[in-house]
């Protein structure tokens, strides 16, 4: 089981490397997804189990594929003659090779894999929502190069490289070992250079670079963590995720590695100062977005933290951890009101709910810790909907453009409609991400300074999200409009993922109470299965969140009233081409409802424009990062200014 | 249960009646401070049935679609405050309320609707995080969002929150469309482009608009009434007392501009929020 979750990838990657034909490939990618996806809900249904994989030296295997992957480093540091990836690259081998022929360190940990409820939760979304971008991705890359009159085709490569990803993360979240953990980081890292840096254009691998270098940063401070672990701890039973998060270590002697540790996971989910890693890998296909944003990649760095929570707990650390998160959620809600491209803004969208995931992580009660999960699930589901969106209206106008995006209303009704239920569960109730960040800010209390960067930042959400979505919606007069056709390897996963967010959304009580609330209670009390035997475990302290959050209000008759206000209108008000009227432009339209000219000056006829505003003199990024990324640096040092003075 | 539906039934009837009414006293008091006679008190009645009854026109679907959202959402959030429910969440209703009002002006290629949904949106940036950090401040005076457990509280919040209630005040006077904050759109011939967010709703349409603006003035004065809770009366004269004074001030102010409204809010009205939620946090510890 655990061999399919992580191995069956690499063996499909392999094969679809292998296919050269459109079919075919599709084939193995849809059959790979399937097999994830039920391998992963047979886990869920399983529940949490252990497992250590005998017969074969793992250790050594990932020990090698390890100097593999930092010698491609720096060979690509080298051919792009780029010192930051040359330079984070030695100072992640070095240290290595020290931790591993200097101290001879023995890295055998039992159990090698945990798989907890949180764990459970995080595969879920990487098989499902992995899988439907994957299958997606079929046809998009075959429509991409088609645009691009590419003469040899790189898809293989491109889907290798995507369903690899879904093994890694896998891997990841269920690695015990913090070595392996290392393993799976920096395999992620990998496969993001090569998806970031897929088009080969020199802004491609310019930003790839950039990905890899801010993330060796964080790889190196995972491997001095290691070290620091390993040699103050005595072997190799430091090296446990469950033993560091169990209470076997007292807190204040770890500080230092778990505030490294939690660097690492800054630098991996894009927090401020790290931002503009995950907005250069914009360059890359849109798949590849939907990927990084939704389930892989930056979702490691928020577990990460999440998972080591219990560990920080009640130390100044945590409050740091819950502030520099409050205040990523808000500068980069800012941000995004100044951009004007579809994808950036969904990307500072995506820092700032990862920014709002960490600092719930940061607040540290367990009421924060059920949001933080929940607000990853929504956010997965939802983030994933609209980067899928926003790549079927570039083939559509082949821009991604929020100004070319004036009404599409008229031209693609059916994107337009799954795009903006897309925005609306991004932000408004009764959706699941709002229901997060309702919880999150009656958590957020006992950290005001972080409630208060919440307050300003859920408004800011509000005018960003609002006005994209004013600009899609926008029409000239028209009757009716027939639906656009999709290819099925745009609307499968589309519709998927839009009936998710209502089924998981209106479920959201039931799915708490039976699977959501062992997951925080896992996170909280840091498991303690050497101690008390894992399932055991998850039985006693079920009773640990008394407060019933979710029962406290019923959420589905909400979405009854969403019902009545917006989609019963729509369908059942008609409205007659003799009711149509012009907009109002004081009489000097030049024909009838289905123009837009106007008499302008000396009578000449002018087409009228409209534009979105875009606050570039108040929230541009130019004004804004100078102040926002020093607050930044200052908050990560105090970080690890906490780690070494242990207060 | 029963209970339940007969608050439901009453505030679904009786709050637009007050909430027409209230209208219609503005009026008045309006004109006569200007020195003149003004209509009757019951005018926003006849203007609301005469609306109904005038030709359905449009010049897009979705006018209809997010004019709809906006009164059911007003109506859910005026339902969450009578059934004493949780006013966090009632804020964020109210502001899918106010995103179909701008979604409404967004969805036609008008110009002068997009000016005022732009202006509306700015509205919304400026009153929401004051409305939030008064659901904080609640939170950290009883310990929970639930209006029920403000009815249960001896003392006033107003003694403890009066910081959050002066800026309470100042998101009245956006809400309320008044000088020097009509920058959306206004009731009186104020300055004005056009119609702003609401230029191209006419008819039966406009009537619901107005329907829901009904509903809204009672959702704002009865926010106001919760700071004086115990008894309640004294709450009711408070959120009169405030309505009255935003009448004066509409009458002595001018209209200013957006980016002025969102400096102000975003620098008084914050800084009295978060001073007041900061001096209860320090005070009173974490409950």
Redesign the interface.
Known sequence: MMAIAILLPVAAGILILAVRNYYARGAVVILTSLILIANSVFFAIKGPFTYTPGGFNWGLLITILDYGILIFYLYIGFSLRNWLVLIFAATQIIPLAYFEFLMKANIQVTPAFVVDHLALVMTLIISIIGSLICIYAIRYMYDHEHHLHLEKSKQSRFLFWLVLFLGAMNGLVFANNLVWLYFFWEVTTLCSFQLISHDRTQEAVHNAARAVWMNSTGGTAFILAIIYLYATQGGSAALSVQNLIGGGIQASVILLPIALLCYTGFTKAAQMPFQSWLLGAMVAPTPVSALLHSSTMVKAGVYLVLRLAPVYAGTYLSIIIAIAGAFTFFATSALAVSQSTGKRVLAYSTIANLGLIIACAGINTPLSIAAAILLIIFHAISKGLLFLCVGTIEHQIWSRDIEDME?L?AKAPLTTIITAVGILSMF??PFGM?IGK?IA??AA??V?LA??FF??A???T??FW??W???L???????QQPFEKLSPSYSVPLWTLLIGIFVVGIGIGPIYQNFLLAATNNVVSGNQIFALGLNNLILTSASLLQRDILG??PVWP?YL?LI???L???LL?G?KPT???????CGEQTGG?DT?EWLAEADKKTR?Q?GG?YYQNALGEKRVNPWANTIAILLLAIMIGCGVIVI | MIEQFLVVMVTLVCAPLVGGLLFGIDRKITARMQGRFGPPVIQPFYDFFKLLGK????????Q???I??Y???MI?SLLFLFMK??F??LV??L??AS??L??G??????????FG??RE??Q??AY??IL??L??GI??QNGS?LISEIFKQEKPLLFTLWPLFLAVLYVLTIKMRKSPFDIATSHHGHQEI?KGVT??YSGPYFALFHLAEWYEIILLLGIIALFWTNPLWVGILIALAAFILELFIDNIAARMTVGWMVRLSWSVG?ILG?LN??YI?YTKG?S
Do not use: C
Not at chain 2, 106 to 112: D, E, L, Q, V
């Open positions: 009404g209303a408004l109730p709002l309702w800010i009656e209390y006992t005001p409630a208060v307050v300003l859920s408004t800011l509000i005018v609002t006005k979505l004013g600009r919606l926008q029409v000239l007069p028209k009757i406290l209000f909400l009233v009545i206000a917006l019963m209108p729509l008000i409205l009711e149509l009227r012009q907009v109002y432009m409802t837009d009228f409209l505003y | 030709e359905h026109i449009a010049v897009s679907k979705l209809f679609v997010w709809y959202g009164l059911v959402f859910v429910s949780d966090l969440l964020f209703l502001g899918f995103v179909s701008v979604l002006g967004f969805s036609t290629k008008s110009p002068y609707a997009h949904a732009n949106l700015m919304i940036l929401e995080p939030l950090l659901a904080i939170y950290a969002f056009v230029t191209e914050l978060i939620i900061a946090y974490v």
